[in-house]
């Protein structure tokens, strides 16, 4: 199921790609109902983004903090345009890397095109 991120503040939510659930749970480490939840995932920005009149990499949004902690009902996301992420995972950035690896909780064909040769 796609993950609402629009209510985070998102304005691309129809271009979301793909999106896993990472950090301490992905790594099974995460410890009953003490930590936070983190999301990771990739859209295609709109043309007049992917065009560089507008810059935009990223999303990013955090819910941790604001009650003094980063606790169960605390929620990170961080979303990185395609373009920006394939940089990065052609640099072989680790966490980039991760993308192709990572269990996904919703995906769309654009990404299995994407996915299918990692090299």
């Not at 902690?69 to 950035?93: E, F, I, Q, R």
Request: contains cysteine.
């Amino acid at each position: 199921m796609k993950p609402d991120f629009a209510q985070y503040g998102f304005c691309h939510q129809e271009n979301l790609i793909m999106a896993y659930i990472g950090g301490s749970q992905a790594r099974g480490a995460k410890l009953g109902e003490t930590d936070d939840t983190d999301w990771y995932g990739l859209y295609v920005p709109p043309p007049n983004k992917v065009l560089g009149l507008e810059r935009e990499e990223h999303f990013v949004f955090t819910t941790g903090g604001k009650l003094g902690g980063n606790g169960p009902s605390d929620v990170d996301v961080c979303l990185y345009t395609l373009m920006k992420w394939a940089g990065l995972a052609a640099k072989g950035n680790p966490s980039a890397l991760h993308f192709l690896f990572a269990p996904l909780e919703f995906t769309t064909d654009t990404w299995e095109l994407v996915a299918a040769r990692p090299e």
